[in-house]
């Protein structure tokens, strides 16, 4: 690259390359801080189509520092991991820590407030079966 110009062009590539803020977050809350590939901790994000400065939600996966390795190696040789292969594993487990945020949802739900729920609908079905005699009297 060229020293300093008085040019905008090396201006604009930087700003290019910047990260968008919250990005990072984004993807790795996503994915649960997990690699997309074998699950454990992620440490690193890969911009699957190659380009460091693309930083769109959909380029990029999580990865752990041993399946990250294995992305970079050369495809021929070791029959890696396509562009298409590697969003199937992020959507795949992005998927997944969906799933696994609901049912955890779902089992705070019941332990404590079902008993609420209960409770409550106890106290409904007490009133409308008070209003009910009522009217047969
Ligand atoms: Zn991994």
């Known amino acids: 690259m060229k020293s300093k110009g008085t040019h905008s062009k090396p201006k604009r590539l930087k700003r290019r390359a910047r990260i968008p803020k919250g990005v990072k977050d984004k993807i790795l809350v996503a ?16 911009h699957i189509d190659g380009d460091r ?3 769109n ?3 990029l996966i999580p990865l752990c520092p041993s399946c990250h390795g ?3 190696t050369n495809y ?7 562009t298409s292969q590697l969003k199937m594993y992020r959507d795949e487990w992005i998927q997944t820590c969906q799933i696994l945020r609901v ?8 332990g404590d407030q079902t008993l609420e729920f209960r409770m409550t609908i106890k106290s ?3 009133r409308v079966r008070g209003l009910e005699e009522r009217r047969h009297r």
């Open 31 to 46: 994915c649960r801080h997990c690699c997309c590939i074998c699950h454990k901790h992620a440490t690193q994000i890969n």
């Open 53 to 55: 400065s693309n930083w």
């Open 57 to 59: 939600f959909d380029n």
């Open 70 to 72: 294995k992305v970079h």
């Open 76 to 82: 021929q040789m070791t029959q890696g991991y396509t």
């Open 103 to 110: 049912v955890a949802a779902a089992q705070n739900v019941a």
């Open 124 to 126: 409904l079905d007490r």
